[in-house]
């Protein structure tokens, strides 16, 4: 694949990029830059301060705001992702000398798919080539746009996704509008969440591990299982993408003699508790190995794993959490009598936590995520409330804004949907554009639509445009692509399948008639007609002819098929008559079985090809008649009068029975006088019949009954007079025998 | 993907894919044309047919619409466009018609690629006139009917009408790819509230409605577009609008597909001697020029009403320079669009293809950059 330059990711401030992934880049914003600080909260002590996070409404200006930073970004050339092109002919540090021989670069787009062609050429237009050209200068150098390949893993992500999202499209119609009651949203969620999990673990990507986290805070903060609460959801969220303390941080302590005694214990239960691991925090107060004789030491013992164990949980957990909370208050006020100070210390602190305590939990936590989460969870579960937890803990924590995901989790739970969306756009558009979904479905965007003053497509519609385009630009997600763009307002996403639906190669039939089912679903009358045509091309290449017509009556095209048949003839008359497909041998033998424009229109090539099948067969009477009537034939066109001419002399020999009648000898002289008369198709006729004597000559074997074998030597305008000479002599022929 | 060498035997100065992006023509001055597959678009190119096409260098290429068979245009410095056909998938190639009405060298050939436009080619040399041939009969290639030729602008060329050699005059067309124009006053009027079915969707309408034929051509520093309109009850090609600002020589225009902006405006890019790539925006604006109304009068007779007699579809554009790029700090030579045109690509001397891609807001930023260059070792090794 590609090599990849040392700088190209270097200032990303977020580590690896990995090719093997080749996920979307974002459309949104600039990619590759860490989500730059805003001007309001470009210093590190300044707090994050979410534009939505007060009353006013999200305006267009907010989605500039990002914009800003890309322009910014645009003019520093090194921020820019690079990758070097496979082979590329440049030698390093040689652009100048490269430059000096006259030579540039230039590159086409495919015109589909996310690739293109670079090749070298020179600057010179008008020629001029007297520098040697080297061997790598004639090459070409197929480039991708960067990172819209999509790996065979990643489509696969993409593909579950879609099921998902068309599944859950089914429902919510099935349901009509979502009922807040019976929400059906979470189930879902939890599903793409698994889904987004189960790729980010196989394909090794950072980018999707981080839109994983994003992914995971927005739905903990919003799409929370109504098995548990939102509190809970959120401190499950920080303790999977952070999770503190760790297993090996435990086992250093709890497998120690006497765990109680070593310093780092009781820091261990705070955190614990303060990450609402309430079963751990209570069994390392169990397994502590405390030498506590006192019956209030003891007590408050038993109190404090007591609370921990009913910490109320689920569906209970709000009605329950006030009663719990008075429990810790009044367990910490017990806890002052304690006379042991290490333990009363450790113990008060504990009750400060589980009571949401705001000093002692800022004062041990470790980031804004921790604060935020604990606050939510002891303080006051009510949802309204987390983002003025938020506020509380981005003034001690700052966001690290240099970390996509942190900035997209900051979004989420200030309650800046948007600003979320953007950000995960930046990581991972195919995600960015089903969290919209998500958060469109539950009504969570209708503040942003509203104040839309500008001729722009709702939000999610747009990711889902990109995403569309990304899918319709990959080779096996067309279709899926497609189904993204039509649920899309407007027409912008129907444009877009218009304008790439011809453009898909029908490989086969089974990808035509899909094609042809959107075109018919969608009214694409046109589009369907180009595809038909472009497909019986197809077909005509690969020999198929009677495919080709097939498919041309499906759409009531008679002059392509007109002119196929025209063609058959033309390249029969040069070449001699070949086996027809099976369906054009059926079309040709049981005329009355084919459909009537068929049989209208490819009656000269059957009548042709009747005369030489009954030729063949030694049945040259009935041959006969099926050639008289096609030089009769008014609309012949000219070119092919003279070689059919030529065919009618083995008919005419006095070596054999007369094969004409009368009459039919006299309108067959009747036609080649009307011919003959009309200067253009004469000399058409004579042409092409040269042609098919020249044809003649060229080839070492002819068929035996191919007229061409006696007279190929003989001139185009001889072979004219000796048939015009031979049918007057079978007419007198023919006048001696009938007296 | 690795390089592949064509087997050419000197520079390549076009390559052309064909709709389905699965064949890949190439051009050089060995006047021959060579023609690639593949079986998948991830797949490496073969070679599938190489013939000789011209007498001289040949300076570009172009594919027609699928419906019209597998044909490819060629044109050169021998003063001729020539168009080949395959019946056999590109295996071999015919060559069909020769055009030679250029006066000079034979800079770009294009195939209109709007379905509803018939079988037209248009092109451009050092004459400096645009030329439009239409085959009027798909199934006859041997004859083109000459439906249109004008000097772009006369500015740049000698006063024998080619440009000097020395000036390394340069000469581009594209056609505009969407069948669509949705005029700001088609959609002026939209209820969003209204059944989807009441709306007058660019998708419903035919092709009849939607067909504006129009294509961009450059002569030297100048561009303009093309465009069909009603001149005395026909429809005839007209320069309408300047893209400008170019400071130098053009030395390739693309327009891009109006899908990715649902129709609301045309894109066109301009790559410029001047260093600069331009992404200039058209938007429609409603002129209902004057023109002759034929009424029925009484017993039959037709009258001239000039007084009622209005152009109601006749439009032009607001053109606008909506984004211009200069890192290539050196002459850009080749830009081009992907199928929706939402992504742009621009080549030049630095030895660079650097990408763009529209933004929400609509203007264009930088998607990344592929280097021609090498990796210098050390940073390899790093």
């Known amino acids: 694949m590609f090599s990849f330059t040392p700088t190209s990711r ?76 496979q082979d590329a002919p440049i030698a390093a540090g040689r652009l100048q000398d490269w430059r000096d021989r006259g030579r540039t670069l230039k590159f086409r787009l495919s015109p589909l798919h996310n690739n293109g062609i670079a090749w070298i050429d020179e600057r010179s237009v008008d020629g001029g080539g007297e ?44 349901d009509g509008a979502i009922d807040p009651s019976e929400n059906i949203l979470p189930k879902y969620a939890t599903t793409f969440l698994q889904i987004l999990d189960v790729a980010r673990r196989r394909i090794f990507d950072e980018r999707l591990s981080e839109a994983y986290v994003v992914c995971h805070c927005l739905f903990a903060a919003y799409f929370v299982d109504p098995t548990i609460t939102r ?111 290490k333990l009363r210390k450790g113990l008060i602190t504990l009750a400060n936590i589980l009571r949401g305590d705001n000093d002692t939990i800022l004062a041990l936590s470790e980031s804004w995520q921790e604060v935020t989460a604990a606050l939510f969870l002891f303080h006051d579960p009510a949802p309204s409330r987390l983002s003025e937890y938020c506020q509380v803990a981005v003034a001690q924590f700052p966001v690290d804004f240099t970390i996509i995901s942190e900035a997209g989790c900051a979004a989420v739970i200030a309650g800046d949907i948007p600003k979320a969306l953007s950000v995960l756009e930046q990581l991972d558009v195919c995600v960015a554009a089903h969290i919209a979904d998500f958060c469109d479905r539950q009504r969570m965007l209708d503040d942003f639509y509203n104040i839309e003053t500008l001729d722009l497509p709702p939000f999610r519609d747009w990711l889902f445009m990109a995403h569309g385009i990304t899918c319709c630009a990959t080779p096996g997600t067309w279709f899926i692509g497609a189904t993204y763009l039509k649920d899309t307002e407007g027409t912008q996403g129907l444009s877009i399948i218009k304008e790439s639906i011809t453009h898909v190669y029908p490989d086969n039939e089974a990808t035509l008639t899909e094609l042809l089912g959107i075109c018919k679903e969608l009214q694409f009358d046109n589009e369907a007609r180009e595809i038909v045509i472009a497909w019986s091309k197809l077909q005509l290449s690969r020999n198929q002819v009677g495919s080709a017509i097939e498919w041309l009556d499906s759409i009531g095209n008679s002059f392509e098929i007109r002119a196929i048949t025209w063609q058959l003839l033309e ?163 023919a006048y001696l025998e009938e007296l | 993907m690795n390089a592949l060498s064509t087997g050419h035997e000197d520079l390549i100065h076009d390559i052309a894919y064909d709709h389905y992006g699965r064949l890949l023509a190439t051009c050089s ?83 209109a690629k709007f379905g509803g436009h018939g079988l037209k080619l248009a092109c451009i040399g050092t004459d400096g006139i645009v030329r439009i041939y239409h ?102 090609y007209e320069r309408t609008e300047e893209l400008p600002g170019h400071t130098d020589i053009v030395r390739d225009v693309a327009w891009a597909s109006n899908a990715g902006v649902g129709g609301r405006y045309e894109l066109i890019a301009t790559a410029c001697k001047d260093g600069w790539v331009r992404i200039f925006k058209l938007t429609t604006r ?79 930023v930088g998607l990344g950059v592929a280097s021609a260059e090498q990796i210098p070792q050390d940073e390899v090794d790093d």
């Open chain 1, 10 to 85: 270097s200032d990303s401030g977020h580590s690896s990029f990995s090719p093997s992934f080749g996920g979307p880049r974002p459309i949104f914003s600039t990619f590759n830059e860490p989500v730059a600080p805003t001007k309001e909260n470009a210093s590190p002590t300044k707090a994050f301060v979410s534009p939505f996070a007060t009353e006013r409404s999200f305006t267009v200006e907010d989605v500039r705001d990002v914009y800003k930073d890309d322009e910014d970004v645009e003019d520093e050339e090194d921020d820019v992702f690079t990758y070097t092109l």
């Open chain 1, 131 to 174: 520098v040697h050209v080297a061997p790598e200068e004639m090459r070409i150098f197929p480039a991708e746009i960067p990172d819209s390949a999509l790996s065979d893993e990643y489509i696969k992500f993409v593909k579950d996704a879609h099921e998902l999202y068309r599944a859950l499209s089914n429902a919510d119609q099935i």
């Open chain 1, 231 to 341: 509190a809970e959801a959120v401190m499950d969220w920080l303790n999977q993408s952070d999770p503190r303390p760790t297993t090996e941080e435990t086992s250093d302590i709890m497998t120690t003699a006497v765990p109680y005694n070593e310093p780092g214990f009781w820091e261990l239960v705070h955190k614990l508790a303060l990450r609402g691991l309430f079963l751990q925090c209570s069994n390392c107060l169990k397994e502590a190995n405390m030498l506590h004789s006192d019956s209030e030491s003891k007590k408050a013992l038993q109190t404090a794993t007591s609370i921990l164990e009913t910490a109320p949980k689920g569906t209970k957990a709000f009605e329950g959490h006030r009663q719990w909370r008075a429990h810790a208050i009044a367990f910490g006020e017990n806890c002052t009598k304690l006379s042991d100070t």
């Open chain 1, 571 to 733: 390249s029969t008359l040069l070449n001699g008559l070949t086996l027809p497909d099976d369906i054009l041998q059926r079309f040709l033998v049981s005329p009355r079985l084919c459909p009537g424009m068929i049989r209208e229109l490819i009656a000269p090539y059957a009548t042709y090809f009747a005369f030489k099948n009954h030729l063949n067969e030694g049945d040259v009477v009935e041959a006969a008649q099926y050639l008289a009537s096609l030089l009769q034939f008014g609309f012949l066109p000219g070119r092919f009068f003279g070689p059919l001419l030529g065919e009618l002399l083995p008919l005419l020999s006095r070596s054999q029975p007369r094969t004409l009648p009368t009459n039919e000898l006299i309108a067959i002289m009747n036609s080649l006088y009307q011919w003959e008369k009309d200067p253009q198709k004469y000399n058409e006729g004579v042409q092409f019949l040269a042609k098919t004597l020249d044809a003649a000559r060229e080839v070492t074997e002819l068929a035996g009954d191919d007229w061409r074998v006696e007279y190929a030597n003989i001139p185009a305008k001889e072979v004219i007079k000796l048939v015009r000479s031979k049918l007057v002599s079978e007419v007198s022929r």
């Open chain 2, 29 to 111: 001055s060995d006047q021959y044309i060579k023609v690639f597959t593949r079986v998948s678009p991830t797949a490496d190119w073969t070679l599938l047919s190489s013939f000789k096409a011209h007498d001289a260098n040949i300076f570009s290429l172009s594919f027609a619409l699928p419906q019209y068979g597998l044909l490819l245009a060629s044109c050169s410095e021998d003063q001729t466009v020539r168009v080949h056909r395959s019946v056999d998938d590109g295996r071999t190639f015919v060559k069909v018609a020769t055009l030679s009405d250029s006066a000079g060298p034979v800079h770009q050939v294009a195939f």
């Open chain 2, 135 to 236: 085959a009027a009969d798909p199934t006859d290639l041997r004859h083109w009917h000459l439906a249109f030729e004008k000097v772009v602008d006369k500015n740049g060329l000698l006063a024998s009408g080619v440009a000097a050699r020395d000036l390394q005059g340069d000469f581009a067309i594209d056609w505009c790819p969407s069948g669509t124009i949705r005029a700001p006053w088609f959609t002026s009027n939209l209820d969003t509230a209204m059944d989807d079915s009441d709306l007058p969707r660019v998708d419903r309408l035919t092709i009849e409605e939607l067909a504006v034929e129009q294509f961009v051509a450059s002569s030297m520093s100048k561009v303009f577009v093309f465009r069909k309109r009603l001149n005395g009850g026909l429809y005839e």
């Open chain 2, 286 to 364: 409603r002129l209902g020029v004057p023109t002759t109304e034929y009424t029925n009068g009484a017993a039959g007779t037709v009258s001239v009403n000039e007084e009622k007699s209005v152009d109601y579809d006749d439009f032009a554009y607001d053109v606008e320079l909506l984004d211009q790029f200069d890192h290539h700090k050196s002459e850009v030579w080749k830009v081009s669009w992907n199928f929706a045109g939402t992504i742009l690509s621009s080549s030049g001397d630095d030895g660079r293809v650097r990408f763009w891609r529209e933004a929400y807001m609509g203007k264009f």
